[in-house]
């Protein structure tokens, strides 16, 4: 349906034989429309942890389920999506993917997640939810090894409000991320999710821990 490439690569937006809608990331598969329900946990996970969720910010805008899933809490302040690829939000604005972003409530950053976070006062968000990769044990860019490092978990911690959360997504168990997530928050929740992904049983994970 629609190709572009960056510096990072390429991004391909394509309609399977099957009738999903699949996003790829250098001939890497990084989603598709059929099995939604761990991106819609990494949201509920944190709007169950948190009393109020006046502002959220999320690291990947992908096919745009966890920020829907954030919007149909009424309770929602505003939700800041950091996404590195241009091309994905238009072609989001452009209605090639269900859109998320005409909710008044939703703006959207272009740019690195680790830099936006970075850049947020301290003590200024309620929770923080990233979903840029397949897990810290699956990369789609190299550099984004750094986002589950515990140095910048901490800073993801230094930006939380009192009661705030960070929620991280993975396709695969990660003992690393847990301990990196436990040292910077005293202890991390998992929550193993089960999915049926193209005819194949398999467990996503929802990691999180909190200020
Ligand atoms: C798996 S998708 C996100 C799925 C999303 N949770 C959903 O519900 O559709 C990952 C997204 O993160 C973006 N991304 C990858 N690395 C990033 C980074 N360092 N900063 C911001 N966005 C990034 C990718 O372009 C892609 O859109």
Avoid: H
Wanted: with cysteine; proline share 3%; glycine share 8%.
């Amino acid at each position: 349906m629609a190709r572009a490439a960056s510096e990072r690569g390429e991004l391909v937006l394509r309609r399977r034989e099957d009738g999903a809608l699949e996003l790829r990331v250098n001939g890497v598969f990084v989603m598709d429309d059929q099995e939604t329900s761990s991106e819609e946990l990494l949201a509920s996970a944190a709007l169950e942890a948190v009393r109020r969720p006046d502002r959220v910010v999320v690291g990947g805008l992908g096919l745009g389920y966890t920020v829907r899933a954030l919007l149909a809490d009424s309770r929602l302040g505003e939700v800041v999506v950091a996404e590195i690829e241009p091309d994905l939000v238009s072609w989001m604005g452009s209605g090639l993917i269900p859109s998320v972003l005409d909710d008044r409530r939703v703006s959207v950053v272009v740019g690195d997640v680790r830099a936006v976070v970075t850049e947020l006062p301290d003590a200024s968000v309620d929770a923080i939810l990233l979903d840029v990769d397949n897990g810290p044990d699956f990369l789609v860019y190299n550099e984004n090894s750094a986002i589950y490092s515990s140095s910048f978990l901490a800073v993801c911690r230094s930006k939380l409000r009192d009661g705030g959360v960070l929620t991280v997504w993975s396709s695969s168990a990660s003992a690393a991320l847990e301990a990196a997530m436990a040292s910077v928050f005293g202890a991390c929740k998992v929550t193993p999710v089960p999915v049926r992904l193209q005819g194949r049983d398999e467990t996503y994970y929802v990691y999180q821990g909190g200020s």
